[in-house]
Structure formats: structure tokens, C-alpha cells
């Protein structure tokens, strides 16, 4: 549809309402002006109770009625007080625009105060380390007081070990006889006993000897492996009760010192060496 027809009635109507609008103001204007002279000139009628005649010529006067009610009646009309039937258009938008929004305000021109400055570094620098050093040294770690025990004498523990297992009557074995029978030089050893019996009728043997140094160990150990063979060879054929005595030699070493023992009690002999060690 058309906008511009279906428009047309709507403007029609609200311009006959209007004019009937008009039409109603300008009766009540003309009816109001007579209707004010009779009731301000005339006294007599407001204070004469015969100004008002029950005849029905005088209730039904056009003047008097026309000044009072007929100028409200008139305005208050059905035509008169008729709503326009057009109702605004919804998209009609005020014609008065909204006041201009206020300016934003401006920023404050005043700068903040400068930063205080920096707190200058001393100009004075640390005084130097102290570059001489100590000149009084340490004093020498003290020497022990006590001396550590004197190296036990390998004819101590020899006569220790005979007093504790029961053997045969030993003598000792000194000077050029030790390297003939020992396979050894006494003075490759820091000391040394040599015990075997007299009568070469016993295979039992004590020997004791101090090393000089942990290298000499194998040379001894060698020399004493050595007689013990010279012995089983010499009572193989001879005494069989001694021939496995001497099969069952030993030799134990404790630190510096190595034992040499044939005995019919040679775990005896063994802990009356060791005794000495703990």
C-alpha cells in the first residue's frame, strides 16, 4: 500500500476535527458576551423574588440559559472533545534536540614536580685492604708426648709360644747357620728367632722374624716354603709320625712380623702369635 494514500483519511479526519473544534470555542465566546450585562446591571432581578416567573416563557429564556450553561456545554461537546482518531506516527522523533553534552574537562596544565635527584655516592672510596700479611707463622704442630710402643721382640713372643703348646727341647740357630739352613740373611730382616730342636729326631720348628719393609715379605715367605720342603724330604722315609707333622706346617703373618711353625698344636701356636697384635 501506498504510504501517501493511506495517509489521506487520517488527515482528513483530524482536520474536521479541528474545524468542528473551532466552530464549538467561537459559539461559546459569542454567548458569553450579553449573558454579563443582565446580571451585573439589573440588581432588581437577583433581589426580587418576582424577577422569576414560573411561566415557562420565563425559565426557558435563550439569553439567560445561554450565559451559564450553554457556554460550558458548548465547549465540552461530543464533536468539540472528540480524540483524533490519527495517532502520531511512532517514528516521529522530538523535535527538540537533546542540549549539547558538556565539554570534557581539560587535563591539568600543571606538571608534577620533578623527581627528586639522586643522592650522590660518597666521593670518599673505602680505604684499601690491608695488604701485609701475618709475619708470625703458625708455631710447629706439637710432637706427641707419649712414644708409641716399642716393636716387640720376636724372642718374646717365641718363648710365649712355648710356654703355651708343649714341644720338645728347641735350641736356637745363630749366624752363618741361619742363611745355610733358612735360605735367609739376618741382615735383610730387623730381627728374627730361630728355634728348632737338638736332637734331629723332631721335625718341631718356631721361627720369628720383623721385616724391614713390606717388599721383603715374599723373599722371606719363599725361604721358609723352601726348608719346609728340605723337611718333609729329609722324614719321608724316615720318621712317618714327623713326616706329616712336617707336611702340616704353617706360616701366618701379622703386620711386620711372619711366623714359621711346625707343631702337633699349631692352632696353639697360632693364637700365642697373635696375641700379641690386638
Not at 39 to 56: A, D, N, R, Y
Amino acid at each position: 500500500m501506498n504510504p501517501k494514500s493511506a495517509l489521506s483519511p487520517k488527515l482528513t479526519a483530524l482536520a474536521v476535527s479541528l474545524a468542528l473544534f473551532a466552530t464549538g470555542c467561537g459559539q461559546a465566546a459569542d454567548n458569553a458576551a450579553p449573558s454579563s450585562s443582565p446580571s451585573t446591571g439589573s440588581p432588581s432581578s437577583e433581589s426580587s423574588p418576582t424577577g422569576v416567573s414560573p411561566s415557562p416563557a420565563g425559565s426557558a429564556s435563550p439569553a439567560a440559559s445561554a450565559s451559564t450553561v450553554p457556554s460550558a456545554s458548548a465547549g465540552t461537546s461530543p464533536e468539540g472533545t472528540a480524540k483524533p482518531s490519527v495517532k502520531p506516527s511512532d517514528s516521529a522523533t522530538p523535535s527538540v534536540k537533546p542540549t549539547a553534552q558538556p565539554a570534557a574537562t581539560g587535563k591539568p596544565t600543571v606538571k608534577p614536580t620533578a623527581k627528586p635527584a639522586a643522592t650522590a655516592k660518597p666521593a670518599v672510596s673505602p680505604t684499601a685492604k690491608p695488604t701485609a700479611k701475618p709475619t708470625v707463622k703458625p708455631s710447629a704442630k706439637p710432637s706427641p708426648s707419649v712414644k708409641p710402643a716399642a716393636p716387640v721382640k720376636t724372642a718374646d713372643i717365641a718363648a710365649k709360644i712355648k710356654e703355651t703348646v708343649q714341644m720338645p727341647t728347641l735350641m736356637a740357630v745363630e749366624g752363618d747357620r741361619i742363611q745355610e739352613v733358612y735360605y735367609l740373611d739376618p741382615a735383610q730382616l730387623a730381627d728374627s728367632t730361630f728355634l728348632q730342636p737338638m736332637m734331629n729326631v723332631s721335625t718341631s720348628k718356631i721361627v720369628v722374624v720383623r721385616l724391614k719393609a713390606e717388599k721383603d715379605y715374599d723373599t722371606v715367605a719363599n725361604a721358609l716354603k723352601k726348608r719346609a720342603d728340605d723337611v718333609i724330604r729329609m722324614f719321608s722315609t724316615y720318621l712317618p709320625d714327623q713326616y706329616e707333622l712336617a707336611k702340616n706346617y704353617q706360616i701366618v703373618r701379622k703386620g711386620d712380623y711372619v711366623l714359621f711353625s711346625i707343631s702337633r698344636e699349631q692352632q696353639q701356636v697360632a693364637k700365642a702369635f697373635e696375641s700379641f697384635f690386638k
